[in-house]
């Protein structure tokens, strides 16, 4: 296996919701994965498929568990590697979660990798992000356009990557501004999972004011990704 690939724990976001505020409001505490990224990618892949590793797993849904370990697709996490290959390599290794989104600009390519791997679509999976509050129509859009991109023909999870309209806001400085595009943006969430073309829909990079938001309107997120590791607490 490390002369196929080696991996090492970066950078990368834990997914977690933070159990005492998430309490407070009502919602289920849920620590939930760690991304990994790869440091190196041989070119000799495993002569067979590794089984899937056996990791923690957290239900975020009924019927939905997701493995605690995900595999993050930013070109600049995965130095020495194409993301195609990166990500081929991890399932081929017995990973099975993977964390995507459109602002990294890898969606294809990580759907090549999926591809190339072999593993089967039900043993996967498969995390994607909207760009923000983007609207309902643009939410229903973007998802599409996603699957396709893909190649498959629901994810397993969604989330609203960051919840201000304008990105110079990122992560979340724009407190209550923007309440009607996120909910506008979360009804669109609400209808693909109607739809099967999600099964859990969540958000990221929410504060505790925003998230308060939801839920007042009478919705759910399955879980709050936030970046917090070792060099970073988030706090």
Known sequence: QASACSGFLDYSSLVISRMSRMRAIGLTAALVPMTVSL????????????????????????????????FGTMTTSNKGCTISGAVEQWLRLGGRHVDMSRVYNTTAD???????????RHELFLTTKI??????????????????????????????HWPCPDFK????????TGKEERLDTWRGLEHLKSEKKVRAIGISNFNQEQVQELVDAGFRPA?????WHLGYHND
């Open 39 to 70: 440091c190196g990618c041989g070119t000799t892949a495993p002569a067979a498929n590794e089984p899937a590793a056996s990791l923690p797993h957290k239900i975020i849904s009924p019927g939905v568990s997701m493995p605690m370990l995900a």
């Open 110 to 120: 990580a759907g090549k990798g999926i591809k190339d791997s072999g593993v089967p």
């Open 131 to 160: 760009e923000g509050p983007i609207g309902y129509n643009k939410t229903i859009q973007q998802v599409s356009g996603d699957l396709e991109k893909v190649g498959v023909d629901y994810f397993d999870l969604l989330l609203i």
């Open 169 to 176: 806001d990122f992560p979340n400085k724009c407190n209550a």
């Open 223 to 227: 879980v709050n990704q936030v970046q």
